[in-house]
């Protein structure tokens, strides 16, 4: 493996550990969502192997995962919360404050 195919590999295994993290998710979990096997997963953490195109599609599907992130690291643009609120039906601003309740109770009981 490259150099630099082999860098890049790593990037993203540290950007799919953020992610998995954040979302509350074991790797066991991760790997069953992707259809692999955990170790499997573990080689894609720890930049051993790489994401397939298909791999990234079923994050992006399943998960909402942003490819542009996973791949290169940029984000779309930043969230701004005083512009969504302002803007946003009262179901959508239940459903984001559930969702960021929901969020907080996983990390906490970590």
Known sequence: M???????NIEIGDRLREIRLNLGKSQAGMAEILDIT??????L????TGLTLEKVRILHDRLNVDPTFLIVGKKME???LDRYLANCTKDERDRLFRRCLEYIAAYITK
Request: proline letters at 0%; a neutral charge.
């Open 2 to 8: 490259g150099r630099a195919k082999k860098y890049s």
């Open 38 to 43: 955990d170790d499997h997963y573990r080689k």
């Open 45 to 48: 953490e720890s930049g051993n």
């Open 78 to 80: 930043e969230f701004d």
